[in-house]
Antibody
Framework: EVQMVESGGGLVKPGGSLRLSCAAS????????LNWVRQAPGKGLEWVSS????????YYADSVKGRFTISRDNAKNSLYLQMNGLRAEDTAMYYC???????????WGQGTQVTVSS | QSALTQPRSVSGSPGQSVTISCTGT?????????VSWYQQHPGKSPKLMIY???KRPSGVPDRFSGSKSGNTASLTISGLQAEDEADYYC???????????FGTGTKVTVL
């Protein structure tokens, strides 16, 4: 059974940092591209970042470029999101999602909540 | 990165059909056949319902169908059931600059 479990969320002050993790199991982790998608309270889904299976290709939404860094450790079946310079507008539930060969998000974690507030 | 445009809400009685539109602003829907649709119940993670515009993952009821015309994609739910009440989001691959763009989301209410 495919499982993706996020962790690392919490309350942080503006300008602060957090590192999110996503532990995966039930599939060959190194075969898949992975993404972070977020959802602000009461709002829609927003794609944040994508990393290819071997970390060769990395992409970011303009809203986080230069502040967030996506990475992965295929030996540990883990995906990460280092978030620096956090702003109030980064407050959201952050989901990790596996991408299929058809460029869709076919498995999602349960999410981890990030709140940026003084 | 502008979101794809969806109606804020649609509603229907059990057994009826509803259709949700998803309109792109920069040709992403018309250019790529990588449109997908996600269902999200309150407090839950999104679930893939349609991919590649028209395909259904295993386990998704066949009352869910997708289509595309020009820069507008559509999700149709036929034979609406109470458990279909949820938020629905479209998503399109948008090329190597914007990568993925989601729709604004549509709340489906079963009357």
């Amino acid at each position: 059974e495919v499982q993706m479990v996020e962790s690392g969320g919490g309350l942080v002050k503006p300008g602060g940092s957090l590192r999110l993790s996503c532990a995966a199991s039930g599939f060959t982790f190194s075969d898949y591209s992975l993404n972070w998608v977020r959802q602000a309270p009461g709002k829609g889904l927003e794609w944040v970042s994508s990393i290819s299976s071997s970390s060769t290709y990395i992409y970011y939404a303009d809203s986080v470029k230069g502040r967030f860094t996506i990475s992965r450790d295929n030996a540990k079946n883990s995906l990460y999101l280092q978030m620096n310079g956090l702003r109030a507008e980064d407050t959201a539930m952050y989901y990790c999602a596996r991408v299929s060969s058809s460029l869709n998000f076919n498995f999602w974690g349960q999410g981890t909540q990030v709140t940026v507030s003084s | 990165q502008s979101a794809l445009t969806q109606p804020r809400s649609v509603s229907g009685s059990p057994g009826q059909s509803v259709t949700i539109s998803c309109t792109g602003t920069s040709g992403e829907v018309s250019t790529y056949n990588y449109v997908s649709w996600y269902q999200q119940h309150p407090g839950k993670s999104p679930k893939l319902m349609i991919y590649d515009v028209t395909k259904r993952p295993s386990g998704v009821p066949d009352r869910f169908s997708g289509s595309k015309s020009g820069n507008t994609a559509s999700l149709t739910i036929s034979g609406l059931q109470a458990e279909d009440e949820a938020d629905y989001y479209c998503c399109s691959y948008a090329g190597t600059y914007r990568f993925y763009v989601f729709g604004t989301g549509t709340k489906v209410t079963v009357l």
